[in-house]
């Protein structure tokens, strides 16, 4: 009797165990408790291998994106804004500040402040819009003898801006970092990006925001098409601004 008990042991386990080295598929396991078949070993994050991730992006840009002007001929610092020239560029780094991907960086960071409860990633936020905001002043529209600087000046695409890209990413930043309670003065550059959007940034018939550049890759027997097709595009649709009775019109 002993015996055959063991024996019947013995042969459960034996069939479990055939039944665990078969092939997992959707017919012989429930589809939400597959494993899926990757090198990354993927699975439900937990909050501290999250934070420890986010310390290691926090610890990295925040030793690569300095604030800042530097001479780029000679290399000295630029700490008066009002001795701001041609000659001036952003401190060196891996990555533009002012950059559309670091707008979305700064809201990154703020979600990652309130996320976590960590404040700096709000202050690597604040930190550098509030030198975007002192520094603006003391940059001037160029004139006719700076244009060639007007396409390279380090806040160009924030004071001046001539595309969605320019100014996009880094006015929702600046508006959410605003809302968070940043002591940064934002709003005259806001201004300046909203601007843009409304009344400036070309937009299709409906109002849907479009760019109208030719690509760098066409070909240049297709230029002279290209530019047919652009001609007749501008009989059709609205030279600046939203359309009337749009989405986006103001009343």
Known sequence: MI???VFFVGLILLSQLIVSLRAQTDQTTPLHLLKPNYPMPYGIPKPDEVTAILNRVYGYLNSVTPTGFINEKNGAAVTDYSKIDADTVLARGDFRIV??????????MLLASEATGDPRFRDYTEKRLSFIADAASGFKKPTAGYSDWEA?????????????DDTGAMTAAMIKAKRG?????LQPIID??????????FRLADGTLARNRPQPSMQRKSLPRRKKKERRLKTQLPKTGPPKNSLFSRS
């Open 3 to 5: 015996k055959f008990r």
């Open 152 to 164: 390279k000046m380090p806040l160009r695409n924030l004071l001046f801006p001539r595309a969605l």
């Open 181 to 185: 309670g940043s002591n940064a003065n």
């Open 99 to 108: 950059s559309y991907e670091w707008g979305v960086t700064y809201a990154g």
């Open 192 to 201: 300046t990006g909203i601007g843009h959007i409304m009344t400036k940034q």
